[in-house]
């Protein structure tokens, strides 16, 4: 394969080094920052056998290559762009310079909750052993595992142990990556999150009881009462102590002589931090996340399959803009209040979008003639059903048009069906086939069955549409 020559087309087809602002390269795509994207040839990059499929979000320009052919064409077009060495980090800096405000939240967001995500998926799933252990009737009639082997009782407890820590600490995992999203010393953020979850507060599970009972603690200072109340498995209380914690440690780094700062510093910012995040911004922001999750719960359990349809349907369409990357942190507090909230149901309803690409993409497998399309739809197919979707929304489905519309088609009806029976998800995860282990016990055959129905509902309406556009084009 001439690598310098495949670059050399790919940088004509964008418009000319001129048009390139920044560049980097992930596992199977260039990401570029273009000047003007209205000016790139898209027909002669579609035209090319090795572009398996192009997109833009988030202020790039994606190329989907990939894995190993990705790596060769990026040296050589960064030598005729002139560009130097950049990190994705670096050309997503300068992506979002083009992005407009909600944008510019959601990819924040993404950032904060991304790097804490296989801390997460590793609780989540560990949770899900656990229930696996305890959950009755699963195995074995009338039992669980535990009552019928005893012996397998403090494996169980163990296995808790170790799946609430992450849920438990949450604060201090959101703490350091946030502050750090935010300009500020991550050390710092983590030091907020441990104050927000220390021993000697009331425990954050227990404070509903606690109000109910009359008997929350106070911290008595100057004739004012502060609540002594921690905010365990808590998401927007240390989101904004964090923000607010950054901004006054820059500002005081900014002010305080250099040789008090590293004592200062620090002292102000975690001092006054914690005081506003004890007497105003925690408990505003507990009730302000208490009514989002109950909302969502509400209007989860509220419209049914209904709203499981709609969302479904939505969801692909979501992922395009790059605001389904906004649904972590919600996922996050579904996960981390799953005593009231029973999980995620946002997982499974992702899954069976993943699913219904992947079924779409496999079904222009089927009908397609031309060779590369074949061989981007049987790659990119399968990656969908594994949870990976950018190759076959991109690169197949939406360039197609028809099978898109069979997929949303099949998401739609395949999120009904899971909406209907309840199935959430106690972890997250790959959201397709590997899903499995991440949905709550009880359900998993829901979450399969849902599957199956989504999978033949998009293959089939794909077939379809595939066929009538095939005969258009032929009485065209």
Not at 402 to 407: L, N, T
Request: aromatic share 10%; with cysteine; glycine share 10%.
């Amino acid at each position: 394969m001439n690598y310098t020559s495949i670059a050399k087309e790919i940088l004509s087809a964008i418009g000319g080094k001129e048009n390139v602002d920044a560049a980097a390269h992930c596992a199977t795509r260039l990401r570029l920052v273009l000047n003007n994207e209205e000016i790139v040839d898209q027909t002669k990059l579609d035209g090319m056998d090795v572009v398996k499929g192009t997109f833009s979000t988030g202020g790039q320009y994606q190329i989907i290559l990939g894995s190993g052919t990705v790596n060769e064409v990026y040296k050589e077009f960064a030598k005729l762009s002139g560009q130097s060495e950049m990190s994705t980090k670096d050309v997503s800096k300068a992506g979002a310079k083009k992005m407009n405000p909600l944008q510019r939240f959601v990819k924040m967001l993404s950032d904060i909750f991304v790097p804490i995500i296989p801390a997460i998926v590793a609780g989540g799933l560990l949770m899900g052993l656990n229930n696996l252990l305890t959950a009755q009737d699963f195995f074995i009639e009338g039992k669980s595992l535990i009552e019928a082997y005893p012996e397998m009782a403090d494996l169980a407890a163990l296995i808790n142990t170790f799946a609430n820590a992450a849920f438990v600490f949450l604060p201090i995992l959101i703490g350091f990556s946030a502050t750090q999203r935010f300009g500020g010393n991550p050390y710092l953020g983590a030091a907020l999150g441990m104050l927000m979850v220390h021993p000697d507060l009331l425990n954050g599970y227990g404070y509903a009881d606690a109000v109910a009972k009359g008997e929350v603690p106070f911290w008595k200072i100057l004739g004012f009462e502060i609540e002594k109340v921690g905010y365990q498995g808590s998401v927007l209380p240390v989101l904004v102590s964090s923000f607010i914690l950054a901004k006054i440690e820059t500002f005081l780094r900014r002010r305080v002589p250099s040789f008090l700062d590293n004592l200062v510093t620090p002292l102000l910012s975690i001092f006054i931090t914690g005081v506003l995040t004890f007497t105003l911004v925690g408990p505003f922001t507990r009730s302000a996340g208490n009514l989002l999750t109950d909302g969502l719960v509400w209007l989860y359990d509220t419209t049914g399959f209904v709203g499981g349809a709609i969302f479904g349907l939505l969801y692909a369409p979501i992922v395009i803009t790059g605001m389904h990357h906004s649904f972590i942190a919600v996922e996050t507090q579904l996960l981390a209040d799953m005593a009231k909230t029973g999980g995620s149901f946002i997982f499974p309803i992702a899954a069976m979008s993943n699913v219904a690409q992947g079924a779409a993409t496999l079904a222009v497998l089927l009908l397609a003639r031309d060779a590369k399309v074949k061989g981007t739809a049987s790659a990119a197919g399968i990656s969908a059903l594994l949870g990976i979707t950018e190759p076959a929304m991109f690169g197949v489905n939406l360039k197609l048009k028809y099978p898109f519309i069979g997929a949303i088609s099949g998401a739609a009806v395949g999120s009904a069906f899971v909406a209907l029976f309840k199935v959430k998800a106690i972890a997250l995860g790959a959201a397709g086939l590997p899903g499995i282990i991440s949905i709550k016990p009880g359900t998993i055959t829901f979450y399969i069955v849902g599957m199956a129905i989504t999978f033949a509902v998009a293959f089939l309406v794909t077939i379809v549409l595939g066929k009538r556009d095939a005969k258009k084009q032929k009485t065209n």
